[in-house]
């Protein structure tokens, strides 16, 4: 019987648009921003960013470096929000529901200071809710210092929530991430980005009892 149901942010909770992120990131004087965004782990100054091995605001000055002038806080910030096309108001009904019937929900994401400024903030839902109101505990690669798909991340989670993986539902877009847990033993759900997951879930959940 699954207890606790870990979900991925990109992808499942809010739907990705990668290419609008792109053309911000563009936008700012970022040529070939094409070449160093990813849909599911970046790489550069990104990267580094995402695994926590440079801060927000080491990420801001390099930025200002690549492109040859000052970036600012904000505009950083409307860059990586830029990967957000949309949050299904479906799903946020859905994460309320999963825990009034008893479900633990933790949130497991690749992801950095600038969105997490915004996604942990009173403006996630248009509700004056941030994230964390849908979630028991958040994991966020940047705090953590490692980036799915690696085994550590999801080893950390297991640990820190003393989770058995046979009892655990984990929910992401990323069929690399899928695998990595599915080799620790998770049961898993590997939706489309932006895909209606609602059904799918609960026939999974139906399924492992």
Same mark, same amino acid.
């Given at each position: ?5 870990? !979900? ?81 108001? $479906? ?32 403006? !996630? ?27 550590? !991340? ?15 539902? !984990?929910?992401?877009?990323?069929? $690399? ?33």
């Amino acid at each position: 019987m699954i207890k606790t149901i870990i !979900f991925d942010f990109g992808g499942v909770i809010i739907t990705l648009d990668q290419p609008q992120a792109i053309r911000r990131f563009q936008a700012l004087g970022l040529a070939d921003a094409d070449k160093r965004l990813d849909a599911y782990t970046q790489g550069g100054i990104f990267g580094e960013l995402e695994e926590g091995r440079i801060t927000a605001e080491e990420f801001r000055i390099q930025l200002s470096a690549l492109v040859g002038h000052e970036v600012s806080v904000d505009e950083c910030r409307y860059a990586w929000v830029g990967y957000c096309k949309e949050l299904p108001h $479906r799903n946020l009904l859905k994460l309320k529901e999963l825990r009034r019937r008893g479900y633990r929900l933790v949130l497991l994401s690749n992801t950095n200071p600038y969105m997490m400024s915004w996604a942990d903030s009173a403006d !996630f839902d248009g509700s004056g809710h941030p994230v964390s109101d849908y979630f028991d505990a958040l994991y966020k690669s940047y705090e953590v210092g490692v980036m799915k798909p690696d085994p550590q !991340f999801f080893r950390h989670v297991l640990e820190s929530e003393r989770l058995n993986p046979a009892e655990t539902l !984990f929910v992401d877009d990323g069929p $690399r991430n899928v695998a990595a847990a599915e080799a620790l033993g998770f049961h898993t759900l590997c939706p489309a980005n932006g895909a209606d997951w609602t059904l799918s879930i609960e026939q999974t959940l139906s399924s492992l009892l």
